[in-house]
């Protein structure tokens, strides 16, 4: 079975400040993504992470993408309060079924 | 384009009650999937489809079925509404193309008393 777990589930952050979110799975994935949600909305597609080494910029974030690892990480430069959200990264089985499985995601707070 | 419509938006139901959750794409997307988001969670995938006719389980489809007679709709349905099926849920889909995200509607609240 499929497994992703984040950490960390909360991140409190200071304007001006780079920290990183950690996503790990658990089987070989197909393909890797990371979503945005707002409070009250609904789940807006940030990137999409398709093989090992992938790395992906938009703005102050930045994903990649360690197969091997069964890692990806979302790291954010100089955070800004527009950043505070919950983010969410979400799995496929590499050569199985569409299924696709979220993270638990982590609600992040920049204060200024 | 539209995208992905979920009706209703909300939703109060009585214990015991059923109901059918609409969800309609009009990108010609192959796959489609239900979840639900329980309040502070993450997403649990409760059904998806990889086209129409063919239907699966995901991690959490006790009380809840669903059909896809076309490619662009995905009814959800609740047989019997329970309090622990207060959620919100979301429909999605995506095309069958690995570089290809999956695309979100707005969610339905549901609420069961």
């Known amino acids: 079975e499929l497994k992703v777990e984040q950490n960390p589930l909360f991140l409190s952050m200071q304007e001006g400040k780079n920290y990183t979110i950690y996503c790990n799975y658990s089987t070989t994935s197909d393909r890797l993504y990371w979503y945005r949600q707002d409070p009250g909305k609904s789940l807006e597609s940030l990137f999409v992470?398709?093989?090992?080494?992938a790395v992906k910029q938009e703005g102050r974030l930045m994903a990649s993408l360690d197969t091997k690892a069964r890692l990806s990480t979302l790291h954010i430069t100089a955070a800004v309060h527009d950043l505070s959200a919950t983010y969410f990264c979400?799995?496929?089985?590499?050569?199985?079924?569409?299924?696709?499985?979220f993270g638990k995601g982590t609600k992040l707070t920049v204060n200024p | 384009n539209a995208g992905v419509t979920q009706t209703p938006k909300f939703r109060i139901l009585k214990i015991g009650q059923s109901m059918t959750l609409q969800c309609a794409q009009d990108m010609n997307h192959n796959y489609m999937y239900w979840y639900r988001q329980d309040p502070g969670m993450g997403l649990k995938l409760i059904y998806y489809s990889v086209g129409a006719g063919i239907t699966d389980k995901g991690e959490v489809p006790n009380g809840y079925n669903v059909s896809r007679s076309t490619t662009e709709d995905f009814p959800l349905r609740l047989e019997l509404a329970a309090p622990s099926q207060t959620s919100v849920y979301f429909c999605?889909?995506?095309?069958?193309?690995?570089?290809?995200?999956?695309?979100f509607g707005q969610g339905t609240r549901l609420t069961v008393v």
């Open positions: 999605a889909s995506s095309v069958r193309d690995r570089g290809s995200e999956a695309f």
């Open positions: 992470l398709l093989s090992n080494g």
């Open positions: 979400a799995v496929t089985i590499q050569g199985g079924s569409e299924k696709l499985v």
